[in-house]
C-alpha cells in the first residue's frame, strides 16, 4: 500500500483495472473527496454526493480503459463523470429546481445582505443557498472555479467546453449571485440621483 | 473608462488578477468618480470572500467510508453494474448517429440522381437501345464490337426510339452505354429464321456489323436512295449456338 501511494494516478488506474484491490484504495482515497465535494456543491445532498461517488468509481472499475492520458487529468475525467451523474439525478430526481436567471430571487434577502458580514454562518448558508439556486450550466463554474479553486483551463476540461464558455459563465453566475444575495436597493428618487453616474 | 467597460474588469479587480496597468489605473481612477462601480467592486469583493469561506467549510468533507467499504466488496465479488452512464459513450453514440446520418444521406443522394438519370434516358430524344448484360457472354469477337445482350421481345420491324429504361435502371453500367450511344437511334430486333423462347432465355451476344443499306429493304425497312452506297450499322444478336438470331438496324 505505501508503495502504491507514491504512483500516480494512471499507474494506479492501471493496477486497479487488473484487479488490484489496494489501488483501488488509494486512488479512491486519493480523489473522492474532490467528486464528493463537487456532487454535494451541486446538489446540496448527501445522500445524492454519496452515490455519485460511488458510482464514478464503480464506473473506473468497470470502463476505467476509456480514460486517455493524452486527454486530461485523471481528476478531470473523475469530474466529468461525476457531472453526468449528477446531471442525470438532479433531472430525474427534481431535487432542485433551479430559478430562472432572469427570475428575481425569492431568497433575495430583503433587510440586512449577506455580502455585508459573511463571516455569520447564516450568511454562508445564504451563499450556499444562492449558488444551488442558480441554473446548473452556471452552478458548475462557480463550483468549479469558485469552490474547487480550478484554473479555467480545468473547468473548461470537465465541462468539455471553451475556457472563452467557462469566462462568459462565470461572469454570468456571479451577477446571479449577487442579484440574489444583495438587498434590493430601493431605486433613487429623482432628487436623489447626482450628476456622479459616470458617462466618461 | 466607463460603467460598462468597468463591468468587464470588475471580477478580475476583485480577484485582484493581473491586468495591464493603464486598464487597473483607469478603472481604480474610475472609481472616484463612480458611486455604483465602488458598490459594484465591493459587492463582488464580497461575494469572492463568501464563496471562499464556503470553499473553506467544504474542504474536510468526503463521503462516508461506508462507500469505500462497498466499492471494496464490490471489486473482491466482482460485482460491477452494467454501464449507466459513461463519459465517453454519448460522444461515441453522437458520432455513430452523425455517421449514420451521412451514410443515410449520400444514399439518398445516390438514389436520386440515379432516378433522375433514368427520367433523363427515357425522355431523351436520342437514345440507344444498348440492353443489360448477360453472364453467358464470354465468347469474345475481335472483328465486332461486343455488346450486352438483349432478348428480342417483338418482331415488329417498326423504327422508333428504343426502351432501354428497364436496363438501365437493373444495370447502372448500362447508362454509360447508354451515354455512349446517345446519338444513336435503333430498330427493335428483327428475328431471323425461328427463334423460340427456349432460345431467347439462353442469351447470347450482340454484334456490331456494317450493312449495305439494301439490307433494309429485305426487312421491310425504307431506303434513302440518296445514300444506297452508304453502309448502315446493324446489331446481330448470335446466340450460343454461334447463329444469328435476331437483327436491328442503328442509326
Given amino acids: 500500500m505505501n508503495q502504491r501511494e507514491e504512483w500516480d494516478d494512471s499507474e494506479l488506474l492501471r493496477s486497479m483495472l487488473t484487479g488490484d484491490e489496494d489501488a483501488l484504495v488509494v486512488l479512491y482515497r486519493r480523489r473522492q473527496a474532490a467528486i464528493y465535494r463537487f456532487a454535494y456543491q451541486m446538489s446540496g445532498c448527501v445522500s445524492l454526493a454519496e452515490d455519485v461517488t460511488q458510482e464514478v468509481f464503480l464506473f473506473l472499475m468497470r470502463d476505467g480503459q476509456l480514460f486517455d492520458p493524452r486527454r486530461g487529468s485523471l481528476s478531470s475525467f473523475l469530474l466529468g463523470v461525476a457531472r453526468n451523474y449528477v446531471l442525470r439525478r438532479l433531472r430525474s430526481d427534481h431535487l432542485l429546481s433551479p430559478l430562472s436567471e432572469d427570475v428575481a430571487s425569492d431568497e433575495q434577502v430583503k433587510e440586512a445582505s449577506p455580502l455585508d458580514d459573511l463571516t455569520r454562518a447564516e450568511s454562508i448558508e445564504s451563499v450556499r443557498k444562492a449558488v444551488l439556486s442558480l441554473p446548473e450550466r452556471y452552478r458548475e463554474v462557480v463550483v468549479l472555479c469558485e469552490l474547487q479553486e480550478m484554473s479555467y483551463a480545468e473547468a473548461a476540461d470537465v465541462l468539455e467546453c471553451a475556457i472563452g464558455t467557462v469566462r462568459s459563465r462565470l461572469h454570468r453566475a456571479r451577477a446571479l449571485l449577487l442579484n440574489k444575495l444583495q438587498p434590493v436597493r430601493a431605486e433613487p428618487t429623482a432628487a436623489e440621483v447626482k450628476s456622479e453616474r459616470c458617462f466618461a | ?251
Wanted: hydrophobic share 40%; with cysteine; proline share 5%.
Fill in chain 2, 1 to 251: 473608462m466607463n460603467c460598462q467597460k468597468f463591468e468587464d474588469v470588475v471580477g478580475d479587480l476583485a480577484r485582484g488578477q493581473m491586468m495591464e496597468t493603464y486598464l487597473r489605473s483607469t478603472a481604480l481612477s474610475h472609481l472616484d468618480d463612480c458611486v455604483r462601480c465602488s458598490q459594484r467592486l465591493r459587492d463582488e469583493q464580497a461575494l469572492l470572500r463568501g464563496l471562499h469561506v464556503l470553499s473553506l467549510q467544504m474542504t474536510t468533507i468526503s463521503a462516508a467510508s461506508e462507500v469505500e467499504t462497498r466499492l471494496r466488496e464490490a471489486m473482491r465479488a466482482g460485482l460491477v453494474p452494467p454501464p449507466a452512464l459513461a463519459k465517453a459513450h454519448p460522444r461515441r453514440a453522437y458520432w455513430l448517429a452523425v455517421a449514420a446520418a451521412v451514410v443515410v444521406l449520400i444514399g439518398a443522394i445516390v438514389a436520386a440522381s440515379w432516378q433522375w438519370q433514368s427520367k433523363g434516358n427515357e425522355s431523351a430524344p436520342a437514345q440507344s437501345a444498348v440492353t443489360d448484360e448477360s453472364p453467358t457472354s464470354n465468347q469474345p469477337n475481335k472483328q465486332a464490337i461486343v455488346r450486352n445482350v438483349e432478348t428480342p421481345k417483338t418482331a415488329k420491324p417498326v423504327v422508333r426510339r428504343s426502351r432501354s429504361t428497364v436496363a438501365t435502371r437493373r444495370n447502372p453500367r448500362a447508362g454509360e452505354t447508354v451515354a455512349n450511344h446517345a446519338s444513336e437511334i435503333a430498330t427493335d430486333f428483327i428475328p431471323l429464321g425461328n427463334i423460340n423462347s427456349t432460345t431467347l432465355q439462353d442469351g447470347g451476344t450482340i454484334v456490331r456489323v456494317e450493312l449495305p443499306r439494301s439490307a433494309l429493304v429485305r426487312f421491310g425497312l425504307p431506303v434513302n436512295m440518296d445514300r444506297v452506297d452508304e453502309k448502315v450499322k446493324a446489331d446481330v444478336w448470335m446466340g450460343v449456338d454461334g447463329l444469328a438470331h435476331a437483327i436491328r438496324f442503328v442509326q
